[in-house]
Structure formats: C-alpha cells, structure tokens
C-alpha cells in the first residue's frame, strides 16, 4: 500500500538495537497519553498508554515514560524487530473532553 | 469482537463533485470520530460525536464537509464540493467515551482528488 509519514522524522536502527521516539506536547492540562504504530495502509494501532498519575509504564517490549515538568513523552521499544517499522504517533487527552491531538509522528525504520 | 469498519477504502474523483464516507463503530462504543490525515502528518480531529450528538466539530470546513450519526451508530462523512487539497485518508475511530480511553481506529478510505 502507499507509504504513510514519507517527510516525517525518520529514526533508522539496526534489528535487535533498542528504539526511543519522543513527543512532546503543550497543553499541561493533558492527563491521558497513548502511543499508536501506523503500518502503510492501515489504521493507527494501540500500543501502550498511561495516565498522568504515573511517570512509566512496561508492556511487551516496550516502554512508555511521562516527563510532566516538562511535557515529554517517550516510547521505548527493546530488540527491535523488522516488525516494529511504521510511523509512531503519540496522542494526548483531557479528562472530560475526549478529545484526543495527535503528534506528527515518527517513522522507525529497521535495519537488517 | 469486530473491529471499525469503514468503506469505501479507495475513491479517486474530479475536484467539485461530492464524496461520501461510511463509518461503522464497534458495537457500544458512544463516542465516534473522524479524523482526517494528510500524506507526511498526523491524524487531524474533523469531527467528534458523542452517541448522536454532536460535541466537536470546530476543525471541520462547514461549508464543504458535513456529517451525522443518526441513532447513534454508525455515520456518514460528505465532501461536497472537493477539492484538490482534500485529497488525504479519512480517519473513523470510536471509544466507549465515559472517561479517557483507547480510541480503536478503521483502516481508512483514501480519497484522491484530481
């Protein structure tokens, strides 16, 4: 399928190296993250999440943690798979409004 | 359980002739959205229901786009008329919308005008 994220942030790692893609957002109201994985041709995917009354939180091989000081988050992908090349995008809420602003992304891509 | 169904998945129409997009949400879920998404970028929110109402459709160009859910289900999303910059894929989500939750999107329908 096309391509999704062709001019967007590219982070290039070697297969089974860990990966770290950061988002930082503005709105320090914000209090519910999630990370989605976009593959070419599909919807965006669930990863992981966190609420802002925690700093980590662990899933299958990855790992999401929340800079609150100074509205940061990242995600971070241990022995990284050719599987786990997509476009990352971090999105953000406020409780109560339900709506939910999304990044600009981040396309992973891994090396053989 | 089934996921978000959209269709069509591809359209590919002349700019100024109208478009129309399906959407139906995973079966409970109150709250759905469209979002739209331009090659290189980040899903933008176009509009936001909760069961039929609407609650967000401040991005959304009104005098080109509109959109309903009637009972509260499934909705439709209309492009009338298109134009070139409109050319992107559109995006259906839904969650269960009591609280922040897991949005769950479709796979999309890519829409090219020329």
């Known amino acids: 399928g096309e391509s999704v994220g062709l001019h967007l942030p590219t982070l290039s790692v070697q297969e089974g190296d860990n990966s770290i893609i950061n988002c930082a957002y503005s709105n320090s109201a914000s209090d519910y993250f999630i990370w989605y994985k976009q593959e070419s041709g599909k919807g965006p995917q669930f990863i992981i999440d966190i609420r802002s009354n925690m700093d980590k939180r662990q899933g299958q091989r990855v790992t999401v943690l929340l800079n609150k000081t100074v509205k940061h988050l990242s995600l971070q992908i241990a022995a990284t798979q050719p599987g786990d090349s997509a476009v990352y995008f971090c999105?953000?809420?406020?409780?109560?409004?339900?709506?939910?602003?999304f990044g600009t992304g981040t396309r992973l891509k891994v090396l053989a | 359980e089934a996921g978000v169904a959209q269709s069509p998945r591809y359209k590919i129409i002349e700019k100024r002739q109208s478009v129309a997009f399906w959407c139906n949400p995973i079966s409970g879920h109150a709250t759905l959205y469209w979002y739209q998404q331009i090659l290189g970028q980040g899903p933008k929110l176009l509009i936001q229901f909760q069961n039929n109402g609407v609650v967000d459709d401040s991005q959304l160009p009104k005098d080109r786009f509109s959109a309903e859910r009637l009972k509260g289900v499934d909705s439709t999303l209309k492009i009338q008329p298109a134009k070139l910059e409109d050319s992107a894929v559109y995006l259906c989500?839904?969650?269960w919308g009591s609280g922040a939750n897991v949005l769950t999107f479709g796979a999309g329908s890519r829409l090219t005008v020329l």
């Open positions: 999105a953000f809420t406020t409780s109560g409004t339900y709506k939910y602003i």
């Open positions: 989500a839904s969650s």
